[in-house]
């Protein structure tokens, strides 16, 4: 059994990460644990393990919950999940031990050349700590999904307003919090889509054949798909591109908060243009009209 190879998709938040995570699970080659989020090294970088035990802790009791009245066809994967966050558990417990964290992802695998950890908040560590990242093992490869900003911008406020909430979208308090971002009371939101800072760390980090930044916009489709196989050395999958994963609640942004993201989100956009040389064609009409 040859090596795996080790995938980091790094970001962005609300980029179409957990489509990539549900297309790449069904990938005959990889190999990914019921948990898509890890958050292993952000928790390690904040020294909040301890909280990240407990929300295992919590989730892993609500599969068991649910398990004795599950229906025959679901109860395998209400196991596989339990399972999964009792081993994730043991490694939290470990602290920082990067065989831990290597067993738990290869554990299971068989002959599949791919194993993974997608964790969007990724993108916000420091160089240091994904320069180490990079060097866990022999084949570290790291993906960026690049994201219209306003329109990542958007969904990430819709998501954190429905969490806040603790309910349905409530519009009024979803447009609160894009107001409070665009004057930069938001921090977290902020930096999830600062796309300038992400890859100035990525690209300090990680040599540029072990890094694979894409558009959003194309990933859906049987070329960009195809670029990302090619990258992991995977064979070649057909997408689903009509399946939606986690899509946010449905509410159209005011078009005088539209006008002012897309002034605020400016410079993302003159960023990426600048970096990499063209833009889709959702990102252009939105730069149209900044």
Known sequence: MGKPTLM??????KAGTSWLY??????PDCHLRSIKELH???ALEKGELDREVAQTEAMKAQFEGRLPGAPADRAPELRR????????????RRGEDRD???GYLSEGRGERRVIGDLTPAYALLPADRLRAMAGLTADVRFVYLLRDPVARLWSHVRMIAKRRGGGPLDPQRAKNILRRTLRGEETEIEARGDYAAALGRLSAAVAPAKRLVMFYEEMFSSEGLAR????LGLAPMAPDAARRVHAGAPMDMPEGLRAKAREWLAPQYDFVARWAGRLPEAWQANMVRV
Request: aromatic share 18%; charged share 20%.
């Open 8 to 13: 980091f998709c790094v970001g962005a938040t």
């Open 22 to 27: 549900e297309t790449l699970a069904a990938h």
């Open 81 to 92: 999940k339990i399972a999964d966050r009792a081993a994730w558990l043991d490694v939290l």
């Open 228 to 231: 990302l196989c090619r990258f």
């Open 100 to 102: 831990a964290y290597l």
């Open 40 to 42: 292993y090294f952000d």
